[in-house]
């Protein structure tokens, strides 16, 4: 159990991670509404521009790069300073940036320009949220509720990434970029507040000792008997968090490519790829449901293993046509979760409450720095070869990736520390 509720009563435990859950799910919800708009908006607002698949694929770059240069660092400050906090004074400087695009577009400033500097802003910005928000899930919320939370947490996160590819589709279409720049300033805004309303982190008491179990003492030499915690194999953090980073690489490069085989390949409007989002998040959903029925009585690595595997391969043929496209999209987003959701949820039971942030960090970095070079070598690959082998390309990294790390859990599915601590203390 977490430390917020160490020595706390029953009753008054369940009213703090329920209070918790009803807080930091809309905040998720309403922060990736605005941010999907906004890439959406942003990508399409220089799409229109250059006309080239770079210059799609250069906003997630922006996107990419402050994070895998900075999610360490900030990481570690998720550890150090107080990530309620942090969280919120990146939602209001999230709020000012986010604003300065539409007023800048109003005031007559060129888009192109203004649309990549304000991405990178808000990059930078994201960068320290991400480990203190995915920190704070986990000093918040008890061990025993991760499942569930998680599985609620990825609800709201696709929820609100739905509801933002079908109104920001077809408000781009008819009303214009710049009244959902706008929009997405306020998102940030209202994030700012839920999250500032948790609280400060209760008080915590180290949880009394069972009846009948003895202090160690400090003079006796560590025995089998002593030392069982010790020998206890710890859990494979680092494949965990490779599992995870997989999960980012698959979305970004799949963002870039879905506009382009939308508008380039097929030759259709911002509805359309609305309605491609909508369906992806609609498969998310409804695999969130399914998962929520088979996460304690499937093998996490079996639905890692299917999950990234059905997601990644079905890429070879979503590009093919327009419906094999959408119902491609539909799937993906629904095995995606098998595998998102137990990476996730494994991850944060097996790293402590003190380093969940710089691990985080360095897994949305790592992860987010595989994506920045695969986003360049597969939109090289859609300007000189075509969208099919882009698409190729992002399906056998997929597959490949996800093969190799669940087999090796299938093959040691403790740490290599683990491992040689366990045979020390037996020895």
């Given at each position: 159990m977490t430390t917020l509720l160490a020595g706390t009563p029953p009753q008054e435990a369940g009213a703090a991670w329920r209070r918790t859950e009803r807080l930091l799910l809309p905040a998720v919800f309403v922060t990736n509404l605005g941010n999907n708009i906004q890439l959406i908006a942003s990508s399409l607002l220089i799409y229109k521009d250059s006309g080239t698949t770079l210059s799609v694929g250069w906003v997630y770059v922006l996107v990419a790069l402050p994070q895998v240069l900075l999610s360490v660092l900030f990481g570690r400050w998720a550890d150090k300073f107080?990530?309620?906090t942090l969280c919120v004074t990146t939602d209001v400087l999230s709020t000012l940036t986010a604003a300065f695009l539409p007023l800048w577009l109003v005031l007559g400033g060129t888009s192109t320009a203004a649309a990549y500097g304000v991405n990178l802003v808000l990059a930078v910005l994201s960068a320290l949220f991400m480990p203190a928000s995915m920190a704070l899930m986990k000093e918040r919320?008890?061990?025993?509720?991760?499942g569930p939370f998680n599985a609620n947490y990825e609800f709201a996160f696709q929820g609100g990434t739905m509801l933002s590819g079908v109104a920001g589709g077809f408000a781009v279409q008819f009303f214009g970029a710049t009244p959902l720049f706008f929009f997405n300033a306020a998102t940030f805004a209202v994030s700012a507040v839920l999250?500032?309303?948790?609280?400060?982190?209760?008080?915590?008491e180290p949880a009394p000792a069972a009846a009948g179990t003895a202090e160690p003492d400090p003079e006796t030499p560590e025995t089998e008997?002593?030392?069982?915690?010790?020998?206890?194999?710890r859990g494979p953090v680092a494949r965990l968090a490779a599992l995870f980073s997989i999960g980012s690489v698959i979305v970004t490069v799949a963002n870039t490519l879905l506009l382009v085989v939308v508008v380039d390949r097929f030759h259709q409007g911002a509805a359309t790829l609305g309605i491609a989002d909508a369906l992806a998040c609609t498969g998310i959903l409804i695999g969130i449901a399914v998962y929520k029925r088979l996460q304690e009585k499937a093998d996490y690595r079996l639905l890692i293993?299917?999950?990234y595997g059905v997601c990644a391969g079905l890429a070879f043929v979503q590009p093919l046509a327009l419906w094999t496209?959408?119902?491609?999209?539909?799937?993906?987003g629904l095995t995606f979760v098998f595998g998102r959701l137990p990476a996730?949820?494994?991850?944060?039971?097996?790293?402590?409450?003190?380093?969940?942030?710089?691990v985080f960090g360095a897994a949305n970095g790592a992860g987010l720095a595989v994506s920045l070079v695969l986003t360049l070598v597969v939109a090289y690959i859609c300007d000189h070869y075509g969208v099919v082998r882009g698409y190729a390309t992002l399906a056998a990294f997929g597959t490949l990736a996800t093969v190799a790390v669940v087999g090796s859990l299938y093959a040691r599915p403790h740490s290599l520390r683990s491992s040689d601590a366990a045979k020390a203390a037996t020895s």
């Open positions: 107080d990530r309620r919320v008890p061990a025993e509720r991760l999250l500032f309303s948790l609280g400060r982190r209760p008080a915590t008997a002593t030392a069982p915690a010790e020998a206890l194999p293993l299917v999950g496209l959408l119902p491609g999209v539909f799937l993906a996730r949820t494994e991850l944060m039971r097996n790293i402590p409450d003190n380093r969940a942030g710089r």
